[in-house]
Protein backbone atom coordinates (compact mmCIF):
# COMPACT_ATOMS: atom_id res chain seq x y z
CA UNK A 1 0.00 0.00 0.00
CA UNK A 2 1.08 3.61 -0.72
CA UNK A 3 0.05 6.14 1.47
CA UNK A 4 0.28 10.13 0.69
CA UNK A 5 -0.41 12.38 3.74
CA UNK A 6 -0.82 16.00 3.18
CA UNK A 7 1.27 17.01 0.15
CA UNK A 8 1.68 20.05 -1.44
CA UNK A 9 3.91 21.66 -3.41
CA UNK A 10 4.26 24.98 -5.25
CA UNK A 11 6.27 26.24 -8.41
CA UNK A 12 7.70 30.10 -8.02
CA UNK A 13 4.63 30.27 -5.48
CA UNK A 14 2.19 28.85 -7.58
CA UNK A 15 0.69 26.20 -5.42
CA UNK A 16 0.34 23.26 -7.43
CA UNK A 17 -0.82 20.53 -4.89
CA UNK A 18 -3.07 21.56 -2.04
CA UNK A 19 -2.77 19.19 1.01
CA UNK A 20 -3.47 15.93 -0.87
CA UNK A 21 -4.30 12.51 1.33
CA UNK A 22 -4.74 9.20 -0.83
CA UNK A 23 -4.36 5.58 0.03
CA UNK A 24 -3.66 3.11 -2.42
CA UNK A 25 -4.44 -0.13 -2.29
CA UNK A 26 -2.70 -3.27 -2.68
CA UNK A 27 -3.80 -5.62 -5.71
CA UNK A 28 -6.01 -2.46 -6.95
CA UNK A 29 -5.95 -0.51 -10.28
CA UNK A 30 -5.74 2.43 -8.70
CA UNK A 31 -6.29 5.76 -11.09
CA UNK A 32 -5.67 9.70 -11.13
CA UNK A 33 -8.11 11.70 -12.79
CA UNK A 34 -8.20 15.24 -13.73
CA UNK A 35 -7.76 17.75 -16.76
CA UNK A 36 -4.47 18.70 -18.09
CA UNK A 37 -2.65 21.16 -15.58
CA UNK A 38 -4.71 19.92 -12.78
CA UNK A 39 -1.26 18.26 -10.81
CA UNK A 40 -1.91 14.84 -11.11
CA UNK A 41 1.78 14.35 -13.61
CA UNK A 42 3.45 16.43 -10.30
CA UNK A 43 1.20 14.41 -7.65
CA UNK A 44 2.91 11.20 -9.72
CA UNK A 45 6.64 12.31 -9.70
CA UNK A 46 6.03 13.55 -5.59
CA UNK A 47 4.76 9.56 -4.93
CA UNK A 48 7.78 8.35 -6.69
CA UNK A 49 10.68 10.77 -5.71
CA UNK A 50 11.04 12.59 -8.92
CA UNK A 51 9.89 15.71 -7.39
CA UNK A 52 10.43 16.52 -3.88
CA UNK A 53 6.78 17.77 -1.74
CA UNK A 54 6.95 20.99 -0.08
CA UNK A 55 5.30 19.37 2.80
CA UNK A 56 3.82 15.89 3.46
CA UNK A 57 5.06 12.68 3.70
CA UNK A 58 4.79 9.11 1.34
CA UNK A 59 4.59 6.21 2.73
CA UNK A 60 5.51 2.74 1.09
CA UNK A 61 3.62 -0.03 3.03
CA UNK A 62 4.81 2.34 6.21
CA UNK A 63 7.86 3.23 5.69
CA UNK A 64 8.51 7.09 5.01
CA UNK A 65 9.31 7.41 1.43
CA UNK A 66 10.26 11.68 1.84
CA UNK A 67 12.30 11.05 5.14
CA UNK A 68 14.35 8.24 3.25
CA UNK A 69 18.10 8.76 2.44
CA UNK A 70 19.52 8.29 -1.38
CA UNK A 71 20.80 4.70 -0.59
CA UNK A 72 17.47 4.09 1.64
CA UNK A 73 15.57 5.46 -1.50
CA UNK A 74 16.96 3.12 -4.01
CA UNK A 75 16.14 -0.11 -1.97
CA UNK A 76 12.72 1.06 -2.35
CA UNK A 77 13.03 2.23 -6.19
CA UNK A 78 14.03 -1.29 -6.83
CA UNK A 79 10.06 -2.27 -5.72
CA UNK A 80 9.14 0.14 -8.26
CA UNK A 81 8.31 -0.19 -12.16
CA UNK A 82 7.19 2.53 -14.03
CA UNK A 83 5.90 2.63 -17.09
CA UNK A 84 5.80 6.35 -19.08
CA UNK A 85 3.98 8.19 -21.53
CA UNK A 86 6.02 7.79 -24.05
CA UNK A 87 7.19 4.66 -22.87
CA UNK A 88 11.04 6.27 -22.57
CA UNK A 89 12.99 2.78 -24.00
CA UNK A 90 16.39 3.79 -24.33
CA UNK A 91 16.96 4.55 -27.88
CA UNK A 92 20.57 2.82 -27.84
CA UNK A 93 19.33 -0.48 -26.54
CA UNK A 94 17.54 -3.16 -27.96
CA UNK A 95 14.57 -4.46 -26.81
CA UNK A 96 16.52 -7.41 -24.79
CA UNK A 97 18.77 -4.52 -23.68
CA UNK A 98 16.39 -2.22 -22.47
CA UNK A 99 14.50 -5.11 -20.31
CA UNK A 100 17.68 -6.41 -19.13
CA UNK A 101 18.63 -3.34 -17.64
CA UNK A 102 17.19 -3.24 -14.13
CA UNK A 103 18.28 -6.71 -14.04
CA UNK A 104 21.53 -5.67 -14.83
CA UNK A 105 21.96 -2.89 -12.24
CA UNK A 106 19.85 -4.87 -9.75
CA UNK A 107 19.77 -8.76 -9.78
CA UNK A 108 22.42 -11.04 -8.88
CA UNK A 109 21.53 -12.94 -12.18
CA UNK A 110 23.33 -15.23 -14.68
CA UNK A 111 23.09 -14.13 -18.22
CA UNK A 112 21.08 -17.15 -18.85
CA UNK A 113 18.57 -16.55 -15.93
CA UNK A 114 18.23 -12.59 -17.62
CA UNK A 115 17.79 -14.22 -20.66
CA UNK A 116 15.17 -16.12 -19.16
CA UNK A 117 13.10 -13.51 -17.37
CA UNK A 118 13.34 -10.80 -20.78
CA UNK A 119 11.51 -13.90 -22.58
CA UNK A 120 8.79 -14.35 -19.62
CA UNK A 121 8.30 -10.57 -19.24
CA UNK A 122 8.06 -10.31 -23.21
CA UNK A 123 6.13 -13.44 -23.26
CA UNK A 124 3.69 -11.72 -21.06
CA UNK A 125 2.79 -8.49 -22.22
CA UNK A 126 2.49 -10.67 -25.98
CA UNK A 127 5.49 -9.20 -27.30
CA UNK A 128 7.67 -12.42 -27.97
CA UNK A 129 10.04 -12.43 -31.13
CA UNK A 130 11.14 -8.51 -31.19
CA UNK A 131 14.35 -9.00 -28.76
CA UNK A 132 16.74 -7.78 -30.99
CA UNK A 133 14.40 -4.84 -32.38
CA UNK A 134 15.26 -1.35 -31.49
CA UNK A 135 12.23 1.01 -30.11
CA UNK A 136 12.42 3.18 -33.32
CA UNK A 137 12.00 0.35 -35.09
CA UNK A 138 8.25 -0.79 -33.00
CA UNK A 139 5.30 1.17 -33.15
CA UNK A 140 3.89 2.88 -29.84
CA UNK A 141 1.38 0.45 -28.85
CA UNK A 142 4.34 -1.86 -29.30
CA UNK A 143 7.06 0.43 -27.03
CA UNK A 144 4.40 0.81 -24.26
CA UNK A 145 4.01 -2.89 -23.82
CA UNK A 146 7.93 -3.10 -24.01
CA UNK A 147 8.06 -0.45 -21.27
CA UNK A 148 5.51 -2.71 -19.18
CA UNK A 149 7.92 -5.50 -19.46
CA UNK A 150 10.57 -3.72 -18.41
CA UNK A 151 8.37 -1.98 -15.61
CA UNK A 152 7.92 -5.76 -14.15
CA UNK A 153 11.26 -7.10 -14.94
CA UNK A 154 12.61 -6.84 -11.10
CA UNK A 155 9.08 -8.45 -10.20
CA UNK A 156 7.96 -4.85 -8.63
CA UNK A 157 5.57 -4.08 -5.35
CA UNK A 158 4.52 -0.75 -6.96
CA UNK A 159 3.79 -0.39 -10.64
CA UNK A 160 3.33 3.80 -12.01
CA UNK A 161 1.88 4.09 -15.62
CA UNK A 162 1.52 7.74 -16.72
CA UNK A 163 -1.21 8.22 -19.29
CA UNK A 164 -0.60 4.62 -20.68
CA UNK A 165 -3.47 5.37 -23.63
CA UNK A 166 -1.82 8.79 -25.04
CA UNK A 167 -1.41 8.31 -28.28
CA UNK A 168 -2.90 5.02 -29.32
CA UNK A 169 -5.75 3.79 -30.81
CA UNK A 170 -8.88 2.37 -29.07
CA UNK A 171 -8.53 -1.50 -29.56
CA UNK A 172 -4.88 -1.06 -28.86
CA UNK A 173 -5.97 1.42 -25.65
CA UNK A 174 -8.34 -1.34 -24.31
CA UNK A 175 -5.38 -3.79 -24.57
CA UNK A 176 -3.14 -2.04 -22.55
CA UNK A 177 -5.71 -1.30 -19.86
CA UNK A 178 -6.63 -5.12 -19.72
CA UNK A 179 -3.05 -5.83 -19.61
CA UNK A 180 -2.37 -3.52 -16.59
CA UNK A 181 -5.30 -4.83 -14.73
CA UNK A 182 -4.36 -8.39 -15.55
CA UNK A 183 -0.71 -7.70 -14.47
CA UNK A 184 -2.05 -5.95 -10.91
CA UNK A 185 -4.01 -9.11 -10.28
CA UNK A 186 -2.10 -11.83 -11.07
CA UNK A 187 1.27 -10.29 -8.98
CA UNK A 188 -1.16 -8.72 -6.07
CA UNK A 189 0.94 -5.07 -6.85
CA UNK A 190 -0.03 -1.36 -6.15
CA UNK A 191 -0.81 -0.34 -9.48
CA UNK A 192 -1.05 4.10 -9.99
CA UNK A 193 -2.60 5.09 -13.24
CA UNK A 194 -2.56 8.52 -14.28
CA UNK A 195 -5.35 8.86 -17.02
CA UNK A 196 -7.92 11.03 -18.29
CA UNK A 197 -9.05 8.78 -20.94
CA UNK A 198 -12.63 8.15 -19.93
CA UNK A 199 -12.84 4.66 -21.24
CA UNK A 200 -10.02 3.67 -18.75
CA UNK A 201 -11.99 4.78 -16.06
CA UNK A 202 -14.98 2.74 -17.06
CA UNK A 203 -12.85 -0.65 -17.74
CA UNK A 204 -10.44 -0.32 -14.50
CA UNK A 205 -11.16 1.99 -12.16
CA UNK A 206 -11.33 0.32 -9.39
CA UNK A 207 -10.32 3.13 -7.41
CA UNK A 208 -10.11 6.72 -8.48
CA UNK A 209 -9.02 9.64 -7.34
CA UNK A 210 -10.12 12.60 -8.90
CA UNK A 211 -7.40 15.84 -9.08
CA UNK A 212 -8.65 19.10 -9.52
CA UNK A 213 -6.88 22.68 -9.21
CA UNK A 214 -4.47 20.74 -6.89
CA UNK A 215 -6.79 19.45 -4.81
CA UNK A 216 -8.80 16.09 -4.01
CA UNK A 217 -11.83 16.76 -5.26
CA UNK A 218 -13.61 13.26 -5.02
CA UNK A 219 -12.85 9.63 -4.47
CA UNK A 220 -14.60 6.39 -5.19
CA UNK A 221 -14.59 4.17 -8.28
CA UNK A 222 -16.57 3.14 -11.67
CA UNK A 223 -19.73 2.14 -10.25
CA UNK A 224 -20.00 5.39 -8.03
CA UNK A 225 -18.36 7.60 -10.43
CA UNK A 226 -21.94 7.33 -12.34
CA UNK A 227 -24.01 8.44 -9.41
CA UNK A 228 -21.53 11.37 -8.36
CA UNK A 229 -22.90 15.00 -7.83
CA UNK A 230 -19.88 15.86 -8.01
CA UNK A 231 -19.86 19.29 -11.23
CA UNK A 232 -16.22 19.32 -11.80
CA UNK A 233 -15.97 15.36 -11.89
CA UNK A 234 -19.31 15.69 -14.32
CA UNK A 235 -17.77 17.86 -16.65
CA UNK A 236 -14.58 15.89 -17.14
CA UNK A 237 -15.45 12.33 -17.28
CA UNK A 238 -19.14 12.65 -18.98
CA UNK A 239 -17.97 15.68 -20.98
CA UNK A 240 -19.19 14.21 -24.39
CA UNK A 241 -22.74 13.45 -25.72
CA UNK A 242 -22.15 10.17 -25.56
CA UNK A 243 -21.06 9.42 -22.20
CA UNK A 244 -23.94 11.72 -21.05
CA UNK A 245 -26.09 9.43 -23.15
CA UNK A 246 -24.48 6.19 -21.57
CA UNK A 247 -24.39 7.66 -17.88
CA UNK A 248 -28.00 7.94 -18.09
CA UNK A 249 -28.96 4.90 -19.64
CA UNK A 250 -27.29 2.81 -16.75
CA UNK A 251 -28.41 5.32 -13.56
CA UNK A 252 -31.79 4.35 -15.35
CA UNK A 253 -31.28 0.77 -15.47
CA UNK A 254 -29.98 0.27 -12.25
CA UNK B 1 22.03 36.25 -11.63
CA UNK B 2 20.99 33.82 -14.64
CA UNK B 3 24.87 33.28 -15.27
CA UNK B 4 25.75 32.54 -11.40
CA UNK B 5 22.78 30.43 -11.07
CA UNK B 6 24.06 28.21 -14.09
CA UNK B 7 27.49 27.76 -12.70
CA UNK B 8 26.26 26.18 -9.05
CA UNK B 9 24.22 24.39 -10.90
CA UNK B 10 26.74 23.25 -13.17
CA UNK B 11 28.92 22.43 -10.17
CA UNK B 12 26.04 20.67 -7.76
CA UNK B 13 25.69 18.29 -11.22
CA UNK B 14 29.43 17.51 -11.10
CA UNK B 15 28.95 17.10 -7.72
CA UNK B 16 26.05 14.51 -8.36
CA UNK B 17 28.12 12.96 -11.23
CA UNK B 18 31.25 12.15 -9.70
CA UNK B 19 29.59 10.78 -7.02
CA UNK B 20 30.26 6.37 -6.29
CA UNK B 21 29.18 4.58 -9.68
CA UNK B 22 25.86 2.12 -9.09
CA UNK B 23 27.53 -0.79 -11.20
CA UNK B 24 31.29 -0.44 -12.30
CA UNK B 25 30.86 -3.31 -14.68
CA UNK B 26 27.85 -1.00 -16.86
CA UNK B 27 30.31 1.32 -16.69
CA UNK B 28 33.09 -0.20 -18.47
CA UNK B 29 31.08 -1.07 -21.27
CA UNK B 30 29.73 2.75 -21.44
CA UNK B 31 33.07 4.15 -21.52
CA UNK B 32 33.96 1.67 -24.31
CA UNK B 33 31.15 2.87 -26.57
CA UNK B 34 31.67 6.67 -25.79
CA UNK B 35 35.75 6.22 -26.70
CA UNK B 36 34.58 4.55 -29.97
CA UNK B 37 31.74 7.41 -30.45
CA UNK B 38 33.47 10.83 -29.28
CA UNK B 39 36.96 9.96 -30.42
CA UNK B 40 37.32 7.52 -32.98
CA UNK B 41 34.81 8.91 -34.94
CA UNK B 42 36.53 12.27 -34.87
CA UNK B 43 39.62 11.16 -36.39
CA UNK B 44 38.57 11.50 -39.81
CA UNK B 45 37.72 15.46 -39.73
CA UNK B 46 40.96 15.61 -37.57
CA UNK B 47 42.96 14.13 -39.98
CA UNK B 48 41.41 16.10 -42.98
CA UNK B 49 41.52 19.85 -40.90
CA UNK B 50 45.38 19.02 -39.81
CA UNK B 51 47.10 18.16 -42.73
CA UNK B 52 45.56 21.72 -44.55
CA UNK B 53 45.92 23.89 -41.91
CA UNK B 54 49.89 22.55 -41.37
CA UNK B 55 50.11 22.97 -45.23
CA UNK B 56 48.48 26.89 -45.21
CA UNK B 57 50.91 27.48 -42.13
CA UNK B 58 53.57 26.61 -44.40
CA UNK B 59 52.71 28.50 -47.36
CA UNK B 60 51.88 31.84 -45.07
CA UNK B 61 54.58 31.81 -42.97
CA UNK B 62 56.78 30.86 -46.77
CA UNK B 63 55.63 33.80 -48.36
CA UNK B 64 55.42 36.41 -45.55
CA UNK B 65 59.44 35.79 -45.17
CA UNK B 66 60.97 38.86 -47.10
CA UNK B 67 64.34 39.24 -45.35
CA UNK B 68 67.61 37.37 -46.41
CA UNK B 69 67.98 37.37 -42.42
CA UNK B 70 65.83 34.94 -41.80
CA UNK B 71 66.64 31.08 -42.26
CA UNK B 72 64.43 29.15 -44.36
CA UNK B 73 64.49 26.49 -41.72
CA UNK B 74 62.36 29.23 -39.60
CA UNK B 75 59.12 27.89 -42.12
CA UNK B 76 59.78 24.39 -40.59
CA UNK B 77 59.78 25.66 -37.06
CA UNK B 78 56.94 27.92 -36.92
CA UNK B 79 54.71 25.23 -38.37
CA UNK B 80 56.10 22.93 -35.84
CA UNK B 81 55.53 25.03 -32.84
CA UNK B 82 51.95 26.79 -34.29
CA UNK B 83 50.88 22.98 -34.45
CA UNK B 84 51.94 21.67 -30.91
CA UNK B 85 51.20 24.58 -29.04
CA UNK B 86 48.16 26.00 -30.10
CA UNK B 87 46.30 24.43 -33.76
CA UNK B 88 46.37 20.85 -32.57
CA UNK B 89 45.06 21.57 -28.87
CA UNK B 90 43.37 24.56 -28.91
CA UNK B 91 41.76 24.56 -32.52
CA UNK B 92 40.78 21.06 -32.06
CA UNK B 93 39.35 21.49 -29.03
CA UNK B 94 37.11 24.06 -30.41
CA UNK B 95 36.71 21.50 -33.73
CA UNK B 96 35.35 19.17 -30.93
CA UNK B 97 33.36 21.06 -28.66
CA UNK B 98 31.29 21.80 -31.91
CA UNK B 99 31.04 18.00 -33.25
CA UNK B 100 30.99 16.11 -30.00
CA UNK B 101 29.34 18.96 -27.98
CA UNK B 102 26.39 19.17 -29.85
CA UNK B 103 26.18 15.42 -30.15
CA UNK B 104 26.03 15.19 -26.05
CA UNK B 105 24.12 18.22 -25.39
CA UNK B 106 21.59 16.84 -27.82
CA UNK B 107 21.66 13.37 -26.54
CA UNK B 108 21.62 14.05 -23.16
CA UNK B 109 18.75 16.62 -23.56
CA UNK B 110 16.68 14.33 -25.69
CA UNK B 111 16.89 11.74 -22.77
CA UNK B 112 15.12 14.22 -20.68
CA UNK B 113 12.02 15.19 -22.78
CA UNK B 114 11.65 11.56 -23.67
CA UNK B 115 11.14 10.88 -20.15
CA UNK B 116 14.89 8.60 -19.99
CA UNK B 117 16.67 10.13 -17.46
CA UNK B 118 13.58 10.08 -15.41
CA UNK B 119 13.29 6.24 -16.17
CA UNK B 120 16.68 5.65 -15.40
CA UNK B 121 16.16 7.63 -11.48
CA UNK B 122 12.97 5.49 -10.96
CA UNK B 123 15.45 2.53 -11.40
CA UNK B 124 17.69 4.11 -8.62
CA UNK B 125 19.96 4.87 -10.65
CA UNK B 126 22.39 7.89 -10.54
CA UNK B 127 21.58 9.13 -14.19
CA UNK B 128 23.80 12.28 -13.73
CA UNK B 129 26.81 9.80 -12.74
CA UNK B 130 25.50 7.09 -15.43
CA UNK B 131 25.06 9.08 -18.50
CA UNK B 132 28.17 11.99 -18.26
CA UNK B 133 30.77 9.69 -16.30
CA UNK B 134 31.99 7.46 -18.99
CA UNK B 135 31.80 10.73 -21.86
CA UNK B 136 34.26 12.30 -19.48
CA UNK B 137 36.55 9.28 -19.54
CA UNK B 138 36.39 8.31 -22.94
CA UNK B 139 37.50 12.10 -23.75
CA UNK B 140 40.17 12.73 -21.39
CA UNK B 141 41.55 9.31 -22.31
CA UNK B 142 41.22 9.20 -26.39
CA UNK B 143 41.86 13.24 -26.84
CA UNK B 144 45.26 13.20 -26.10
CA UNK B 145 45.65 10.61 -28.73
CA UNK B 146 43.34 12.93 -31.28
CA UNK B 147 45.73 15.69 -30.45
CA UNK B 148 48.96 14.00 -31.01
CA UNK B 149 47.96 12.43 -34.44
CA UNK B 150 46.59 15.97 -35.27
CA UNK B 151 50.31 17.72 -34.06
CA UNK B 152 51.62 14.73 -36.47
CA UNK B 153 49.47 15.07 -39.56
CA UNK B 154 49.82 19.04 -39.42
CA UNK B 155 53.70 18.70 -39.82
CA UNK B 156 53.44 15.95 -42.50
CA UNK B 157 51.00 18.16 -44.23
CA UNK B 158 53.68 21.37 -44.12
CA UNK B 159 56.27 18.86 -45.75
CA UNK B 160 54.02 18.01 -48.36
CA UNK B 161 53.69 21.59 -49.15
CA UNK B 162 57.39 21.57 -49.19
CA UNK B 163 58.28 18.60 -51.45
CA UNK B 164 55.18 19.64 -53.67
CA UNK B 165 56.04 22.98 -54.39
CA UNK B 166 59.24 25.48 -53.88
CA UNK B 167 57.62 27.56 -50.99
CA UNK B 168 60.26 25.73 -48.98
CA UNK B 169 63.37 23.22 -49.62
CA UNK B 170 62.47 19.95 -47.92
CA UNK B 171 65.65 20.25 -46.17
CA UNK B 172 65.20 23.30 -44.37
CA UNK B 173 61.75 22.02 -43.81
CA UNK B 174 62.88 18.68 -42.29
CA UNK B 175 65.55 21.07 -40.14
CA UNK B 176 63.31 23.68 -38.91
CA UNK B 177 60.57 20.47 -37.31
CA UNK B 178 63.65 19.59 -35.15
CA UNK B 179 65.39 22.96 -34.27
CA UNK B 180 65.25 24.12 -30.55
CA UNK B 181 62.87 21.62 -29.97
CA UNK B 182 61.79 21.34 -26.44
CA UNK B 183 59.65 18.32 -25.24
CA UNK B 184 57.63 20.33 -22.24
CA UNK B 185 56.19 21.91 -25.60
CA UNK B 186 54.36 18.35 -25.80
CA UNK B 187 53.22 18.12 -22.00
CA UNK B 188 52.24 22.10 -22.06
CA UNK B 189 50.29 20.55 -25.17
CA UNK B 190 48.72 17.50 -23.26
CA UNK B 191 47.77 18.97 -20.09
CA UNK B 192 45.69 21.80 -21.57
CA UNK B 193 44.09 18.46 -23.89
CA UNK B 194 42.95 17.24 -20.58
CA UNK B 195 41.21 20.34 -19.65
CA UNK B 196 39.36 20.76 -22.60
CA UNK B 197 38.31 17.42 -22.93
CA UNK B 198 37.29 17.66 -20.08
CA UNK B 199 35.34 21.00 -20.44
CA UNK B 200 34.24 19.83 -23.86
CA UNK B 201 31.87 17.24 -22.36
CA UNK B 202 30.92 18.65 -19.45
CA UNK B 203 29.34 21.93 -20.05
CA UNK B 204 27.30 20.35 -23.08
CA UNK B 205 26.76 17.79 -20.42
CA UNK B 206 25.21 19.96 -18.09
CA UNK B 207 22.90 22.29 -20.98
CA UNK B 208 21.57 18.84 -22.43
CA UNK B 209 20.73 17.40 -18.36
CA UNK B 210 18.62 20.47 -17.15
CA UNK B 211 16.44 20.74 -20.90
CA UNK B 212 13.22 21.50 -20.34
CA UNK B 213 10.64 21.10 -23.24
CA UNK B 214 10.51 19.57 -26.34
CA UNK B 215 12.43 19.55 -29.97
CA UNK B 216 13.49 23.38 -30.04
CA UNK B 217 14.85 23.59 -26.56
CA UNK B 218 16.86 20.84 -27.39
CA UNK B 219 18.61 22.45 -30.38
CA UNK B 220 18.41 25.57 -28.34
CA UNK B 221 20.95 23.89 -25.16
CA UNK B 222 23.04 22.37 -28.12
CA UNK B 223 23.69 25.70 -29.33
CA UNK B 224 24.29 27.31 -25.91
CA UNK B 225 26.54 24.25 -24.77
CA UNK B 226 28.54 24.91 -27.82
CA UNK B 227 29.21 28.25 -27.25
CA UNK B 228 29.67 28.03 -23.70
CA UNK B 229 32.48 25.23 -23.50
CA UNK B 230 34.14 27.52 -27.05
CA UNK B 231 34.24 30.49 -24.17
CA UNK B 232 35.23 28.61 -21.51
CA UNK B 233 38.27 26.85 -23.47
CA UNK B 234 39.59 29.75 -24.66
CA UNK B 235 39.60 31.65 -21.63
CA UNK B 236 41.11 28.42 -19.95
CA UNK B 237 43.95 28.26 -23.01
CA UNK B 238 45.29 31.72 -21.32
CA UNK B 239 45.32 30.91 -18.02
CA UNK B 240 47.03 27.53 -18.65
CA UNK B 241 49.07 29.38 -20.86
CA UNK B 242 50.35 31.76 -18.55
CA UNK B 243 50.66 29.00 -15.61
CA UNK B 244 52.82 26.86 -18.23
CA UNK B 245 54.74 29.32 -20.19
CA UNK B 246 55.74 32.29 -18.66
Not at chain 1, 199 to 216: A, D, L, P, T
Not at chain 2, 102 to 110: D, K, Q, V
Request: aromatic content about 10%; charged content about 20%; hydrophobic content about 45%.
Amino acid sequence: MIELQNISKSFNDKAILNNINIQYERGKTNLIIGASGSGKSVLTKCTVGLIEPDNGSVLYDGKDFTAMSVDQRKEVRKEIGMLFQGGALFDSLSVEENIKFPLRMHASMTEKEMQDRVNFCLKRVDMEGINDRFPAEISGGMQKRVGIARAIALNPKYLFCDEPNSGLDPGTAILIDNLIQEITEEFNITTIVVTHDMNSVMEIGEHIVFIYKGSKHWEGNKRTILSSNNEELSNLVFASDLMKKIRKSVTTIS
Amino acid sequence: MGFLHSIGEYFILMGRTFQKPSKASLYRKQIVYEIDSLGIGSFGIITIISAFMGAVITIQTASNIDSALIPEYTVGFTARQSMILEFSTTIIALILAGKVGSNIASEIGTMRVSEQIDALEIMGINSASYLIVPKIIAAVFINPFLVIWSMFIGIFGGYAVAYFSDAVSTEAYLYGIQYDFKEFSIYYALIKTVFFAFIITSIPSYYGYYVKGGALEVGAASTKGVVTSSIVILIVNYVLTQILLI
